[in-house]
């Protein structure tokens, strides 16, 4: 198992979010999550990732044979766990190379490798920012500082493509792209599906599954996964939205 | 008036050069000052009570020291030690239109500079005015373009009270890098001021690293006369010591002038740095971008006062000042207070002073990619600073300066 969540119930503000979620994912798989706007998808992720404030009320997450919630946001990060966010934060000032030297040497650090030289990373940072489209001097520009939001997105795919994860979580990865770049998106993340590496992926839209093919769909509503089904369940929702989940809850209530 | 203050003024009276005339007008003004204490505006957050009682000793004058290595800057070095001269100007190989002159030499004409600059408010610039023999007088010819640097380093020692001054005339059309180095530690006690005259269209790019240690007491000031158009680029390191006060004046005195600043700060525990600036838009269509950003250690206390005054006749005036600070602990102190005072109706004037604690949504992204949080904490930090290193138009500078204070801020963040 890659990740198993049981009865999750977080909070952030004292405001519980989550509501009793369980999800299950197996190496290799792409799981897709859909739900209306304020569901609780982002914070999800923020769970997974460990970040302060939202708090863990009850149920569990364990990471390959972790209990994650004893690990640190960094740890956590070191052991595998990527989250590709949904307003990635502008640093001016770190240069986005230097961020992601860094990051990929606190990686290989973790896994008993020597850091890479100035030089060394210059040629894979080179490689990854071609793969998702982005001019070279976006490695020598602040975090994100000034990125467009598409620009945004695409530094996400490529801090991925550099750090090797074993579960990626894309925050609505797809959202504010235009189509060129939202194939370039969904190349990077395809490039990186190996039968081992497994992801979640959150959407509002069909179109981003039209290219990553997921193997599980999840619907997420009021902090709890309501349906779950293959791609075709994403094709439903692209038709018919979620006005059916007001009879849903209160059939399941 | 303190006891080191009266004794000042005795010694003056034995100063006797080619300066003693002009140094008079300054005596006087000296005479009339009283003794600031912390009802006197300009000293409000800095007490000067260890300043005095101060009873150090005058400098010897065999000193010997080699200016710090920088990797590529290949400047022209004149060396200091407690405001002695160690470099013999003589032996010096020195770019087309520039020449450089003993202070105390009466050939150099140091009159021509001398409180040009520098306004006679600032207390410890009086005493400099007064007691400051050693120093230099560097020209730079109209038109020439030097493109090495000129590099004054200038070494305090333990026990030793010294005086330094510098007066730079650039002339019409020139472009010239000057760099004022202070460094060294020990019980001491200096004051090194500078004054830069630009000349119509002239181009400064201006360094003041007041790099002394956690002993050291340090009081100076960079002053400019801005011609008309002329350009500066000015940027002063400094690091706290047990007390460290710079005033700096930009005087826009004639039109179109424009001029840059930026200033960094990086105080370890328990120092203290004040750091006073004024621009002064005389005439009308200058430019003046100011940032001052700070990093404040445990116990260590930083003021900035940022003045802007647009005179009645200076419309058309652009002014930005910003102020940045971080503090790295709730037992650090920071005092920050822009001033402005605007008589003229069409300028665009910008200011904004910021205290930061720690920012965690941006440790949290670095640390989501794995990078530990203490590691993350300096990134952070010192990325803030390191913009303003960055903007350095001297590269040499920059890269050396870059580990430097980044090595520094790693100690005190793991004090
Ligand atoms: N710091 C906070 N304080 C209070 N409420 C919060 C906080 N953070 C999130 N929430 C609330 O939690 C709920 C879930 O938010 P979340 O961002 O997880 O939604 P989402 O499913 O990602 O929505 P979207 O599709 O719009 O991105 C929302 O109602 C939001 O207002
Ligand atoms: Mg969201």
Not at chain 1, 131 to 147: A, H, I, M, S, Y
Not at chain 2, 93 to 111: E, F, K
Not at chain 2, 142 to 170: C, K, M, W, Y
Request: hydrophobic share 40%; charged share 25%; glycine share 8%.
């Amino acid at each position: 198992m890659m990740l198993t969540i049981k009865d999750l119930q977080a909070s952030v503000e004292e405001k519980t979010i989550i509501k009793g979620l369980n999800l299950t994912i197996n190496p290799g798989e792409v799981h897709a999550i859909m739900g209306p706007n304020g569901a609780g998808k982002s914070t999800l992720g923020y769970v997974l990732s460990g970040r302060e404030g939202y708090e863990v009320e009850s149920g569990s997450i364990q990471f390959e044979n972790q209990d994650l919630l004893e690990m640190e946001v960094d740890e956590r990060a070191r052991a595998g766990i990527f989250l590709a966010f949904q307003y990635p934060v502008e640093i001016p000032g770190v240069s986005n190379m230097e961020f992601m030297k860094e990051s990929v040497n606190a990686a290989r650090k973790e896994r008993g490798e020597e850091p890479l030289s100035a030089a060394e990373f210059l040629k894979t940072a080179k490689a990854a920012c071609k793969q998702v489209n982005l001019p070279l001097d976006f490695l020598k520009r602040g975090v994100n500082e000034g990125f467009s939001g598409g620009e945004k997105k695409r530094n996400e795919i490529m801090q991925m493509i550099l750090l090797q994860p074993k579960l990626c979580i894309l925050d609505e990865s797809d959202s504010g792209l235009d189509i060129d770049a939202l194939k370039v998106v969904a190349d990077g993340v395809n490039s990186q599906r190996d039968g081992e590496r497994s992801f979640l992926v959150v959407t509002h839209y069909q179109r981003l599954l039209d290219y990553i093919q997921p193997d599980y769909v999840h619907i997420l509503a009021d902090g709890k996964i309501v349906k779950s089904g293959g791609p075709e369940l994403a094709k439903e929702v692209e038709v018919s939205g979620y006005a059916w989940l007001e009879g849903h809850e209160e059939a399941s209530a | 008036m303190s006891q080191w203050l009266a004794k000042v003024i005795d010694r003056a009276s034995t100063v006797k050069d080619s300066l003693s005339p002009v140094r008079q007008t300054a005596l006087a003004t000296l005479s009339e000052q009283s003794w600031p204490t912390r009802r006197t505006e300009a000293w409000r957050y800095t007490s000067l009570h260890e300043v005095a009682e101060l009873e150090l000793q005058q400098p010897s004058a065999n000193a010997n020291a080699e200016a710090p290595v920088i990797a590529g800057l290949n400047s022209i070095d004149l060396v200091f030690v407690d405001a002695q001269p160690v470099t013999d100007i003589a032996k010096l190989t020195l770019p087309a239109g520039v020449s450089i002159n003993a202070l105390n030499d009466a050939d150099s004409q140091a009159s021509r500079v001398f409180n040009q600059a520098k306004p006679s408010h600032h207390l410890f610039g009086l005493v400099n005015d007064v007691l400051a023999q050693q120093g230099l007088v560097v020209d730079v010819a109209a038109g020439a373009q030097v493109e090495q640097p000129i590099r004054i380093v200038n070494f305090v020692t333990d026990g030793v009270e010294s005086h330094h001054r510098v007066l730079v005339n650039v002339g019409d059309n020139a472009k010239v890098t000057v760099i004022e180095h202070g460094a060294g530690n020990g019980h001491s006690m200096n004051t090194a001021y500078a004054e830069y005259v630009l000349g119509k269209e002239s181009k400064l790019e201006h360094y003041r690293f007041a790099m002394h240690g956690e002993n050291a007491i340090h009081m100076g000031g960079s002053h400019f006369k801005m011609g008309e158009s002329s350009r500066l680029n000015s940027t002063i390191v400094g690091y706290g010591s047990r007390l460290t006060r710079i005033d700096t004046d930009v005087i826009h005195a004639a039109e179109h002038a424009f001029a840059k600043m930026n200033c960094i700060y990086l105080l370890a525990p328990k120092e203290h740095f004040d750091l006073h600036t004024t621009i002064e838009h005389a005439k009308p269509n200058g430019t003046s971008e100011e940032n001052a950003r700070g990093i404040v250690g445990d116990k260590a206390k930083a003021v900035f006062n940022g003045r802007i005054h647009i005179h009645r006749d200076a419309q058309k005036t652009l002014a930005e000042l910003n102020n940045r600070n971080l503090l790295l602990s709730r037992g650090g102190q920071i005092n920050t207070k822009p001033e402005l005072e605007i008589y003229a109706d069409d300028v665009q004037c910008a200011h904004g002073a910021t205290v930061a604690e720690i920012a965690e949504k941006e440790l949290y992204y670095l640390q989501t990619r794995g990078i530990p949080r203490s590691q993350a904490l300096v990134m952070l930090n010192f990325g803030f600073v390191q913009e303003l290193v960055n903007q350095m138009p001297n590269k040499a500078l920059s890269e050396w300066l870059q580990p430097l204070l980044r090595e520094r801020f790693s100690a005190m963040e793991t004090k």
